[in-house]
């Protein structure tokens, strides 16, 4: 009996420390509370404010939800009932209309376990991993909201989460507003820009004679909305999560809080983190400069157009990308991206690593490079129109060839003779073979006659030296010539065995499921081998290289097919979640 009126006179004293003393006992008081507060609000805020927080906001005790705002900011507010962080929700609001923002609200709807003897449903919103149906709902929410404020703004979301700073010790009763901070993601980009827009805030409410300080003590924040987004960055993407908690008097009451709000929006707008669709545009005249450090901006905007470029088809969706990237990252110069030159290369770099980050959806880093390098081929062979009968995978093993002149004659070969990817890739190796020099027909057919003229050229020398030295004896003339002649041919068919044996090994090489089978196992042995000639054993390893690239290409090739197939399916799940959330509206 003594700890249960221990424990009611401790809540007790929490309610009547909060907010204002107005006990909610019945549906009667709620509805009076908040048409006393209406009438109070109308003196404050402005016509069109007013217009539209009369259409939005009425009726009350309901979840409210607005995705129309330009900006990358959602204001968010958990509580809100009467005695609960009271007028947040309404604070809330008046914040999203100063920065062009949405919101998600309780507007009275839940209240908390503190507050359980009084009006109104039980649900604690801001304890995210609760196993309540309503707080998930309210989670869902948020992060689909998050989600689209992503897509809209093509920057990272700013979350502002309002609370109520009486929920604290004692000790803290002497300042006004307290700003959350994570000090366990201190060598994190989320630290980083969160930290930011924390110091911008700090320092422009502490301008306007507001008492604020940083909670440091996270501990707090555990199991909590601003807890629980952090620990999804890395699923949901960069995220800047900004708790502030206020106390009532003279911060939230009504007669303060229209003004409570603009200081707070005024403080946010001045943070480089804060983004309004049509302010994005950046000068294109602008001079290039070498970067010293990664555009995040880029990075993020980047990372999300490259993963929608995915869902379409796969060869348009390679080619946009490469022209992207190009424009984005190269300056939109062809030469740089043919040389691997970015002016904007530490952010390419983090691109990439952010991408592995992003899931299966995400492009890998030799998709990119593959990208790139399709962009340049098109650009290079626009005027040629056999290109552009190619397969995608004829123009991905194209990539290897550096010369553009042996490119063009491969694109009217593939063409002309329709080589499967087989017949390409024995045509590659054997241009690769000749140290990537491609010895046209014509010119092979000149080399070979020219050494066919210099044996029979060897043959008549000899022949005239006999003469010369009045080898008179016809049968010995003969006999010498024959000999000779015999030689040459035994040589020419020694060397020709030697080249057959190469030219058959190589056969094999080109085939990985003949090379590699049991019958052929004597074939990959040291002793058999070093049968090859010094500069032979160059071109087979030259050629296995070549071969494993081109396999390690082809996986490349069918997984991104692969990821893009997930892609869909995941862009279905977004949609009937989206279907989900407006039905339970």
């Known amino acids: 009996?003594?700890?249960?009126?221990?424990?009611?006179?401790?809540?007790?004293?929490?309610?009547?420390?909060?907010?204002?003393?107005?006990?909610?006992?019945?549906?009667?008081?709620?509805?009076?509370?908040?048409?006393?507060?209406?009438?109070?609000?109308?003196?404050?805020?402005?016509?069109?404010?007013?217009?539209?927080?009369?259409?939005?906001?009425?009726?009350?005790?309901?979840?409210?939800?607005?995705?129309?705002?330009?900006?990358?900011?959602?204001?968010?507010?958990?509580?809100?009932?009467?005695?609960?962080?009271?007028?947040?929700?309404?604070?809330?609001?008046?914040?999203?209309?100063?920065?062009?923002?949405?919101?998600?609200?309780?507007?009275?709807?839940?209240?908390?376990?503190?507050?359980?003897n009084s009006y109104g449903e039980i649900a604690d919103l801001n304890k995210p991993y609760l196993e309540n149906e309503n707080t998930k709902s309210f989670i869902n929410k948020l992060l689909s909201s998050?989600?689209?404020?992503?897509?809209?703004?093509?920057?990272?979301?700013?979350?502002?989460?309002?609370?109520?700073?009486?929920?604290?010790?004692?000790?803290?009763?002497?300042?006004?507003?307290?700003?959350?901070?994570?000090?366990?993601?201190?060598?994190?980009?989320?630290?980083?820009?969160?930290?930011?827009?924390?110091?911008?805030?700090?320092?422009?409410?502490?301008?306007?004679?507001?008492?604020?300080?940083?909670?440091?003590?996270?501990?707090?924040?555990k199991n909590t909305i601003f807890h629980f987004l952090i620990k999804k960055i890395n699923e949901i993407g960069l995220v800047n999560v900004v708790q502030i908690k206020l106390k009532y008097q003279g911060i939230r009451d009504i007669e303060n809080i229209s003004i409570t709000a603009k200081n707070i929006a005024d403080s946010l707008k001045n943070t480089k983190?804060?983004?309004?669709?049509?302010?994005?545009?950046?000068?294109?005249?602008?001079?290039?400069?070498?970067?010293?450090?990664?555009?995040?901006?880029?990075?993020?905007?980047?990372?999300?157009?490259?993963?929608?470029?995915?869902?379409?088809?796969?060869?348009?969706?390679?080619?946009?990308?490469?022209?992207?990237?190009?424009?984005?990252?190269?300056?939109?110069?062809?030469?740089?991206?043919?040389?691997?030159?970015?002016?904007?290369?530490?952010s390419l770099f983090q691109l990439i690593q952010q991408l592995k980050k992003s899931g299966a959806k995400a492009p890998s880093k030799s998709w990119i490079y593959n990208a790139v390098n399709l962009s340049i081929d098109y650009e290079d062979f626009k005027n040629i129109k056999k290109y552009n009968k190619l397969l995608l995978s004829h123009k991905i093993l194209l990539f290897t060839i550096s010369n553009r002149k042996i490119k063009e004659f491969l694109i009217e070969e593939i063409v002309d003779n329709s080589y499967t990817i087989n017949q390409l890739r024995s045509r590659i190796a054997e241009i690769k073979q000749n140290n990537n020099d491609y010895i046209e027909e014509k010119i092979i057919k000149e080399i070979e006659e020219k050494k066919n003229d210099l044996v029979n050229n060897d043959i008549k020398n000899e022949s005239k030296i006999i003469e010369d030295n009045s080898i008179k004896d016809e049968d010995k003339k003969n006999d010498l010539v024959k000999s000779n002649a015999s030689k040459s041919e035994s040589k020419k068919s020694t060397n020709k065995d030697k080249d057959n044996y190469f030219s058959n090994f190589v056969d094999i090489l080109k085939k990985p499921e003949i090379l590699f089978n049991s019958a052929n196992r004597s074939k990959l042995t040291l002793k058999f081998l070093s049968k090859f000639k010094k500069s032979d054993l160059v071109n087979i390893k030259t050629l296995t290289l070549q071969k494993k690239m081109e396999i390690q290409m082809e996986i490349e090739v069918l997984n991104s097919m692969l990821k893009e197939q997930n892609s869909i399916i995941e862009k279905y799940d977004v949609f009937i979640k989206s279907l989900d959330d407006i039905l339970l509206d």
């Open 273 to 346: 983190e804060y983004k309004i669709i049509g302010n994005l545009t950046e000068t294109l005249n602008a001079v290039v400069l070498t970067e010293t450090t990664p555009d995040y901006n880029l990075v993020e905007k980047a990372c999300k157009r490259l993963t929608e470029i995915i869902s379409k088809h796969y060869e348009n969706a390679m080619l946009e990308a490469g022209k992207y990237i190009i424009k984005e990252f190269y300056n939109n110069e062809i030469e740089r991206a043919r040389n691997k030159q970015p002016y904007k290369e530490k």
């Open 146 to 221: 998050i989600s689209a404020i992503r897509i809209k703004t093509s920057c990272p979301p700013i979350v502002i989460i309002l609370l109520d700073i009486e929920k604290k010790s004692a000790e803290n009763g002497s300042f006004d507003i307290y700003l959350t901070m994570d000090y366990e993601s201190q060598n994190s980009d989320y630290y980083k820009s969160s930290l930011n827009i924390s110091k911008t805030i700090f320092n422009n409410l502490n301008k306007n004679e507001y008492k604020i300080s940083y909670e440091k003590r996270i501990y707090f924040c």
């Open 1 to 116: 009996m003594k700890l249960d009126f221990i424990k009611y006179f401790i809540k007790g004293l929490i309610l009547m420390n909060n907010n204002n003393h107005t006990q909610i006992n019945s549906k009667e008081i709620f509805d009076q509370k908040i048409n006393n507060d209406r009438k109070k609000l109308k003196q404050i805020i402005n016509q069109a404010t007013l217009l539209d927080f009369e259409k939005n906001f009425f009726p009350e005790a309901s979840i409210k939800r607005s995705l129309k705002g330009l900006s990358n900011v959602i204001v968010v507010a958990p509580y809100g009932f009467f005695g609960d962080a009271e007028n947040t929700d309404y604070l809330a609001y008046l914040i999203s209309k100063e920065l062009n923002a949405s919101y998600l609200i309780n507007n009275k709807k839940y209240k908390s376990v503190l507050n359980e």
